[in-house]
């Protein structure tokens, strides 16, 4: 280097570390026309178009200077920060790596090596690296906090809010910490706290996007949809092109019942990632809940072309091939369930060897369980006598409150809800909802479409004793499928299922009727007992049900009845079971087990469907139901 040019590069330096970097660049950019080769020159100039943004233009200057001293930790380092400024992770990740092994003890190195590795999805390899920038540096805010964040998108909510204490007992202000801490406490569920936290993370950073993304997220689970909504589009307001807001836009709106807003706006969110999975299989969702199958189906392909064999869209698939009648693909793409994350299938049996074939099974000892919900394991408990026709041992693992109803059933050897069946020897294992797709059931071969499971005599004789005396016809009540409070992924569904009993007393008027309730459950039977005085005017409606200890009890009770009209839940498919009628209320994005539209259940022949036409219109399914009461019962005498 020249004496001249030697003068130029401190002076740069000097603008350089005083701010004033359009003037260092020119300096350097005026010595590197005369000597390209100038190694001081092509790195602070790296670095200073690194520290700007510039980061394409930085890694042209900082490659050349590799050239030169390519075992050099300073240039090595920037390289590393500039491609990872311009989204290049797998390189950066390369360089970073390169630096720890020349300089071991290079904290920032370890520290920015993990944040590459993150948004690789390395979160594991990502974690070594923060552990190796504390273990340099104890106390390093920073680490803790990319380490808190880190063990959130492994799922590990409670490890990540212990480092994101750690941040915030050196800084209680860290909005960072506070945003993971947040998020951590809503994967916990723990909404109030995670409010809390998110609230005062973004009080303390205003213009920070992402926290008020992930605050809006949390009143999208708090059910709080109008906040919700108004914090993503605070995110946006920050960041325009924000993927997540415009995503989660389209999730509160469809909440919000405002179905093609909420589609514009995931189609804004793929316009922004057309390559990521997460818009089309969001804006498949809302399509299915509209019951826009084909739109929805042609989404979740998409989903899988950007995210192969992804079980959580196979799920989804055959829910509406199944829904559609197609059951040939759907109980085939039903079995992607046991691979989901939140699989509902029980683990706990797993060392069992699963039954994948109905051949050759003459005195094998088969462990048939529950998965789902209690109507669920009504349904399908049906395919048990077929099992047991091909001359198997039939052992079922059910819920406790359906044990006494599902004793007799024909087929079994045994019943029990006992986690001590684990001690039997079994020579297989299978979920009642796969048996579906071992038989491999199509419309016309459904089994057992009334009358498999029989009420306990004993029990029915003292409730015919009990509603002897109540006159007209007899009509069992069931208007809320409730709330699963370790399920509230379900709530929004469970809500578009339940009907306010203010609308459901319409029914009270129906000529020459006693009505009984059927309902079991929170909040419905609180609430029943503060509403009926306001909504039910008349002495017609009779409620025994808090009587009930187990669904034997419900099963007695309702072969005493003339009718029970019920929402979709395990009632409903009680009743279809024991051969007694039955009509069902259904939500417009209804559950699959009731096909699309359809008015009667190829699984129960006693069953009479009342669809939804409109999203949340229970106003007219209450209507037809009432006419169509008069017109079964006649005329007031």
């Not at 490659?63 to 390519?70: E, G, V």
């Amino acid at each position: 280097m020249t004496t001249k040019n030697y003068s130029m590069v401190e002076n740069a330096i000097n603008f350089f570390q005083n701010g004033n970097l359009n003037a260092a660049e020119q300096i350097l950019m005026k010595v590197l026309l005369k000597e390209p080769k100038n190694l001081p020159a092509l790195s602070i100039i790296g670095l200073i178009l690194g520290s700007q943004g510039r980061s394409l233009e930085a890694e042209k200057f900082l490659n050349r200077a590799l050239k030169i001293a390519p075992n050099d930790v300073s240039i090595l380092y920037n390289l590393a920060n500039a491609l990872s400024g311009s989204g290049k992770h797998s390189e950066a990740i390369a360089h970073y790596s390169k630096v720890t092994i020349l300089c071991p003890d290079n904290v920032d190195a370890w520290l920015n090596l993990g944040l590459s590795l993150s948004k690789r999805k390395k979160f594991s390899e990502a974690l070594n690296a923060f552990d190796k920038a504390i273990a340099l540096k104890p106390g390093y805010e920073n680490a803790y906090i990319c380490k808190s964040a880190t063990l959130n998108e492994l799922n590990c909510p409670n490890e990540s809010v212990i480092f994101a204490n750690l941040a915030l007992s050196l800084n209680p202000r860290s909005y960072q910490a506070l945003n993971n801490k947040g998020l951590a406490l809503k994967q916990l569920f723990q909404l109030k706290d995670a409010f809390d936290c998110l609230s005062k993370s973004v009080s303390l950073n205003p213009l920070y996007a992402e926290g008020w993304c992930n605050l809006g997220s949390t009143l999208y689970l708090m059910r709080n949809f109008s906040d919700s909504l108004n914090a993503y589009k605070t995110a946006l307001e920050i960041h325009p092109n924000y993927f997540e807001a415009w995503s989660n836009i389209g999730g509160a709106l469809k909440e919000l019942g405002q179905y093609d807003q909420a589609i514009a706006s995931q189609e804004k969110a793929i316009q922004l990632a057309p390559n990521s999975y997460e818009g089309y299989w969001n804006l498949a969702v809302i399509q299915q809940e509209i019951n826009l199958h084909k739109e929805a189906i042609k989404n979740y392909e998409k989903v899988l072309t950007l995210r192969k064999d992804y079980p959580d869209a196979i799920w989804n698939l055959s829910h509406i091939q199944l829904k559609l009648g197609n059951f040939t693909e759907g109980w085939k793409n039903y079995e992607s369930r046991k691979k989901i994350d939140k699989s509902p299938i029980i683990s706990i049996f797993n060392a069992i060897p699963e039954l994948d074939s109905i051949d050759d099974i003459k005195e094998k000892n088969i462990l048939v369980f529950f998965e789902q919900g209690l109507g669920d394991t009504i349904q399908f408990c049906r395919y048990i006598p077929l099992l047991n026709g091909l001359g198997a041992n039939i052992h079922l693992f059910a819920q406790e409150s359906l044990i006494e109803t599902l004793r007799d059933l024909d087929g079994l050897k045994s019943i029990t809800s006992n986690h001590l069946i684990l001690k039997t020897k079994f020579d297989f294992r299978i979920s009642l909802l796969s048996l579906p797709f071992l038989f491999k059931t199509s419309l016309d071969s459904i089994p057992s479409k009334m009358g498999y499971l029989k009420s306990n005599l004993d029990k029915k004789a003292y409730w015919e004793s009990i509603i002897k005396p109540y006159q007209g016809f007899k009509i069992g009540l069931v208007w809320s499928g409730g709330f699963r409070s370790n399920q509230p992924e379900m709530h929004s569904i469970n809500a578009r299922r339940n009907i306010d009993f203010s609308l459901i007393s319409e029914l009270q008027y129906a000529p020459n009727a006693s009505f009984f309730s059927l309902q079991k459950g929170e909040p419905a039977e609180s609430e029943l007992l503060t509403q009926k005085e306001n909504f039910w005017a008349k002495d017609n409606f009779h409620n025994f049900a808090r009587e009930f200890t187990d669904f034997s009890d419900t099963a007695a009770f309702i072969d005493c009845l003339d009718l029970v009209i019920s929402v979709d839940t395990s009632t409903a498919h009680l009743a279809g079971a024991l051969g007694k009628p039955v009509w069902i209320l259904n939500r417009f994005d209804s559950c699959w087990r009731w096909l699309f539209q359809k008015t009667e259940s190829p699984w129960y022949t006693t069953a009479k469907i009342y669809n939804q036409q409109n999203p949340n219109d229970w106003q007219n399914v209450i209507k037809d139901v009432k006419n169509d009461l008069i017109r079964l019962i006649g005329p007031q005498p």
